[in-house]
Structures are given as C-alpha cells and as structure tokens.
C-alpha cells in the first residue's frame, strides 16, 4: 500500500461532477477545450511534492465517518490539504477535443480525480476522469500480469502453481538480513535473536524512516519477517518455506 503506483487515464473536458469521474451528476459545465501545449505548459506545476485537497467522494474519515458516506448523504464538509507526491506526468495522446489521456507515476495517498480537476481548473474549464486505469504498483507491473482467462485455463489443467511467484518477489523493497542456520532456526521457532552492532547500522541506514521491518533471509530463503527493535529481531511473520 505504501508502494509508488502508476496510473493510465484520460480525462474529459466540458464537464465537472460531484465524484470528479463520469458516474458523478453534473456540477459545472464548459466550452473551453485545452490544446495539447497549453495542457503540457500546465503539467509541471503538478510535478514534485504538492499540495492536493482529496475528493470529497473518498475513503478518507471525518469525524469517524468515511468521506463518500457524508458525499453521498449530502452532508456538507471540507477536506484538509495533504501533500502528495508526483513523480512524473506527461500526456499519451489526445483522441479528440473533449479527451486528452495522461500517465502518471505517483506517491501513495494521491488522487487522479483531483489531479483532474486541478489542472481543468488552472485551464479554465471543466473535466473529469473519464477511465482510469492502475498500470503499476510498486515493482509489479500491467506487463506480468495474468488475465482471468489464462487463470481459469492453468486451474482447469491444476497447473495454478505455475502462476505464482516466489514470495520474495513481494519483498524486495524490504531490507534483507542474512541468519546463519542457528539464528534461522531460533527464528522459526519464534525467538529473537541478537544482531550485531555493524548489522544494527546497516538495517537502520537501509529501513525508511520509522519502519522496523527486516526479511530474514537464510540463503536463498525466506525465513521470517522481523521487527527490529534494541537490537534484536523479533519474528512477526514465521516462513515454513522449501
């Protein structure tokens, strides 16, 4: 969840919604149409870490209560201002007058919808999101994705195991820490074990700020996911892998 995502969406001029995609009733409506250079002059601004209100049609909470539950009950609110980042955003193509398609790479916790209706807005019109699509979440991308139809086809045949991917492909952005047998063991039986001091410096440099976590890692296999805390590890999630 945490992961940077990449997104793939077109949006929409001439029309704002209550949602800020298609499904949403109408709140506004213009004849301005953006070029293709006026939208691309526009880009950069949204680029780097910036300012983003959320919609209001979201899972953020207010009082306890999800967003689009009060959107939907017509309850009137303001959503507080988070900084977001964007990596990058460049537009893909324009089909038409009414739809430019955009590709964005982006930190967690940012909106495509309100990406949208920023920039409409700094161009003096309407627009939403007309499709949406994620392309990418952290290393896995749209590219090693299997389709439903290929799934069902390696099921019918019981060969589903051939569609899985080592565990460790889901951890490589976790800091990994050699065991020796001995520790390996201790570990999967749910013991801490000890670091050294050199070990304790190397994790700390590599762990993002306020994370704990470290794979333990006994040759090519996955032993545990571990917390670090005052100088040990402490298995949180023990691996019975062969």
Not at 208 to 236: F, I, Q, W, Y
């Given at each position: 969840?945490?992961?940077?995502?990449a997104y793939r969406f077109t949006i929409?001029w001439g029309r704002n919604t209550t949602?800020?995609?298609?499904?949403?009733?109408?709140?506004?409506?213009?004849?301005?149409?953006?070029?293709?250079?006026?939208?691309?002059?526009?880009l950069p601004a949204f680029i780097g870490?910036?300012?983003?209100?959320?919609?209001?049609?979201?899972?953020?909470?207010?009082?306890?209560?999800?967003?689009?539950?009060?959107?939907?009950?017509?309850?009137?609110?303001?959503?507080?201002?988070?900084?977001?980042?964007?990596?990058?955003?460049?537009?893909?193509?324009?089909?038409?007058?009414?739809?430019?398609?955009?590709?964005?790479?982006?930190?967690?916790?940012?909106?495509?919808?309100?990406?949208?209706?920023?920039?409409?807005?700094?161009?003096?019109?309407?627009?939403?999101?007309?499709?949406?699509?994620?392309?990418?979440?952290?290393?896995?991308?749209?590219?090693?994705?299997?389709?439903?139809?290929?799934?069902?086809?390696?099921?019918?045949?019981?060969?589903?195991?051939?569609?899985?991917?080592?565990?460790?492909?889901?951890?490589?952005?976790?800091?990994?820490?050699?065991?020796?047998?001995?520790?390996?063991?201790?570990?999967?039986?749910?013991?801490?074990?000890?670091?050294?001091?050199?070990?304790?410096?190397?994790?700390?440099?590599?762990?993002?700020?306020?994370?704990?976590?470290?794979?333990?890692?006994?040759?090519?296999?996955?032993?545990?996911?571990?917390?670090?805390?005052?100088?040990?590890?402490?298995?949180?999630?023990?691996?019975?892998?062969?």
């Open positions: 969840m945490d992961a940077d995502k929409q949602t800020l995609d298609r499904e949403g009733e109408t709140t506004g409506t213009s004849d301005v149409r953006p070029s293709r250079e006026q939208v691309e002059a526009a870490e910036v300012d983003q209100i959320p919609p209001n049609f979201s899972a953020i909470k207010v009082d306890g209560e999800r967003a689009y539950d009060l959107a939907r009950d017509g309850v009137e609110f303001e959503l507080a201002t988070r900084k977001v980042s964007i990596h990058a955003l460049r537009v893909i193509e324009v089909p038409d007058a009414d739809h430019i398609v955009l590709e964005m790479d982006c930190g967690k916790g940012t909106y495509v919808r309100a990406v949208a209706r920023d920039l409409a807005a700094m161009l003096g019109t309407c627009g939403h999101v007309d499709q949406l699509r994620r392309t990418r979440v952290g290393r896995f991308a749209e590219d090693a994705a299997i389709s439903l139809e290929t799934l069902e086809n390696l099921s019918y045949e019981a060969r589903l195991s051939e569609a899985l991917l080592p565990v460790e492909t889901a951890l490589d952005d976790i800091p990994a820490l050699a065991v020796t047998d001995e520790d390996a063991f201790r570990l999967a039986q749910g013991r801490a074990i000890v670091l050294l001091p050199r070990q304790v410096e190397t994790l700390k440099a590599e762990l993002p700020p306020g994370d704990r976590t470290v794979s333990a890692m006994s040759g090519e296999r996955l032993v545990a996911l571990c917390e670090m805390r005052a100088g040990k590890l402490n298995p949180v999630r023990v691996f019975q892998l062969t």
